[in-house]
């Protein structure tokens, strides 16, 4: 049963570049959360993605966008990047009929220059 | 959630004894709460939950105690081992998405 993976593993990119990574939920969930996290803090919800449609969202500007596949993976795009954006940057599933029991990926590691 | 920065609280431990784990979590509405375990460079690892309709939830060598009264949080660990090292962080929740705690870093001593 394969759990939550996230891909690529580490990405560097420059200030004013794009970026985006991908996420495919564990085996079974439908519902897909993006989550921020800078070093030595706890992570910081982005958005959440159901049947292809944003649900809920946190306080992070429009450049973060995301989109959900009918297979359930998603991917996050954060356009117009910033030093501040470099962070960990971690996917979790879950299901629909249980959606706070959220599994977390290995998340990307994003550095910004 | 308030920022700690690089200074996370630490916790040391003798291999062998209890560790104890505390949160204070900040929505007196919040109904389901987790533990994670994040060990460097991973992604959080699901511990264990409980919801609000409980006050204590007991797994495999670690117990979760809540007390809504004064919106607390603990995880117990039992015979603490080296690969326990890592930060323990606490999530609550009310309809998602999760709000995650102050982490603490707990460090097995051998």
């Known amino acids: 049963d394969a759990g939550v993976t996230q891909s690529p593993t580490h990405l560097i990119k420059t200030r004013g570049q794009q970026v985006t990574l991908r996420c495919s939920p564990k085996?079974?969930?439908?519902?897909v959360s993006w989550y921020q996290q800078a070093l030595g803090q706890g992570p910081q919800f982005i958005f959440q993605?159901?049947?292809?449609?944003?649900?809920q969202r946190g306080n992070f500007p429009d450049r973060f966008s995301g989109h959900q596949f009918p297979n359930y993976s998603s991917e996050l795009n954060v356009n117009a990047l910033l030093l501040g954006d470099s962070a960990l940057y971690l996917c979790?599933?879950?299901?629909?009929?249980?959606?706070?029991?959220?599994?977390f990926g290995p998340g990307t590691r994003l550095t910004v220059l | 959630g308030e920022s700690v920065g690089l200074h996370l609280p630490t916790l040391s431990v003798q291999e062998g004894d209890n560790s104890i784990i505390n949160c204070a979590y900040s929505?007196?509405?919040?109904?389901?709460f987790i533990w994670y375990k994040q060990e460097s460079g991973k992604g959080p690892q699901f511990i264990i939950d409980?919801?609000?309709?409980?006050d204590k939830r007991q797994g495999q060598r670690v117990t979760v105690l809540l007390n809504k009264t004064v919106k607390h949080l603990s995880l117990q660990i039992a015979a603490t081992q080296p690969g326990d090292s890592a930060v323990y962080f606490c999530?609550?929740?009310?309809?998602?998405?999760?709000?995650f705690g102050k982490g603490t870093r707990l460090s097995v001593i051998a």
């Open positions: 979790a599933s879950s299901s629909v009929r249980v959606p706070d029991t959220q599994y």
């Open positions: 085996s079974g969930h439908d519902t």
């Open positions: 993605y159901y049947e292809e449609e944003e649900r």
């Open positions: 929505n007196s509405a919040s109904d389901y």
């Open positions: 409980i919801r609000s309709n409980m």
């Open positions: 999530a609550e929740s009310l309809d998602t998405p999760l709000v």
